[in-house]
């Protein structure tokens, strides 16, 4: 007897670093998606676009807005100059419920969530924290896939640290999401070599897209209650670097965006 497949709720944030693989995704799971989670960029309880650009710029300095503009700036605004909607335009063809989501753990999300009971909530390149009681909505919780080899490199923007090390630091995990922050038991792991000097923008478009062979396996672990191996402890949080961390990384040759990232975003 066939079982009834996954009823997905999937969270992310569009922007040029993940949207490629976040929209293979969803076109492969379209059936099995039920509820689609959008993070509002410029929310209020983060400040709105001012108190997030100045806290950015106060903290990383000015090497840190071309990252920013060509990540999540840009691509935004190509797309509405070419009428494109990004997951808008999947959400009305599939007939997929679409959030705009201000607080994943406020109530109007908890009702989102309620009505498409989910088994699993997916976090795909999502900015908010899912507290307990919201995991608590979906019988399976959720996972967070995360381009890096956890318990390293936990944090936003984990190519930048990881590029630093040098070859064989760069990889994906998929794993549960626990209350602490990129933590919880592994349901599958890969390292994944970058070819050499790419950028940390590059870098994470890629290792998202090397997450896709891998979700057929660490949904299938998923349900069968079972992880990789053993949860290993947290290693320190990496969050996005001040100005000081930009300038070493730039001694050391690794750049936060290069041209192919400019391209990337006009869609060249």
């Not at 320190?236 to 400019?262: H, M, S």
Request: proline content about 8%; hydrophobic content about 45%; charged content about 20%.
């Amino acid at each position: 007897m066939n079982k009834a497949p996954l009823r997905i709720a999937l969270f992310t944030l569009e922007s040029l670093a993940s949207a490629d693989a976040v929209r293979q995704f969803a076109e492969t799971h379209a059936a099995e998606i039920v509820l689609i989670g959008r993070s509002a960029p410029y929310r209020a309880p983060s400040g709105g676009a001012f108190g997030q650009f100045w806290r950015h710029l106060r903290r990383s300095g000015l090497r840190f807005l071309p990252y920013l503009f060509v990540n999540f700036v840009l691509p935004s605004l190509v797309a509405r100059l070419r009428g494109q909607h990004g997951l808008a335009d999947f959400a009305r063809v599939h007939g997929v419920a679409l959030l705009e989501v201000e607080d994943v753990n406020g109530p109007a999300c908890h009702a989102a969530l309620k009505a498409a009971r989910p088994d699993v909530i997916l976090s795909f390149h999502f900015d908010q924290i899912f507290m307990l009681e919201t995991l608590a909505l979906a019988p399976l919780g959720a996972v967070n896939i995360h381009p890096s080899l956890l318990p390293r490199h936990r944090g936003p923007i984990p190519a930048f640290w990881a590029l630093q090390e040098g070859p064989g630091a760069t990889g994906i995990s998929i794993h549960r999401i626990a209350a602490r922050i990129d933590t919880g038991d592994v349901l599958a792991q890969r390292a994944h070599p970058l070819p050499p000097g790419v950028s940390a923008s590059t870098a994470a478009r890629l290792l998202h897209e090397s997450a896709l062979p891998m979700r057929g396996d660490a949904l299938r672990v998923l349900t069968e209650g079972k992880t990789e191996g053993p949860t290993a402890p947290a290693l320190p949080y990496c969050g996005f670097p001040n100005a000081a961390e930009i300038r070493t990384a730039r001694r050391q040759g690794v750049r936060l965006v290069k041209a192919a990232d400019w391209r990337a975003a006009l869609g060249l």
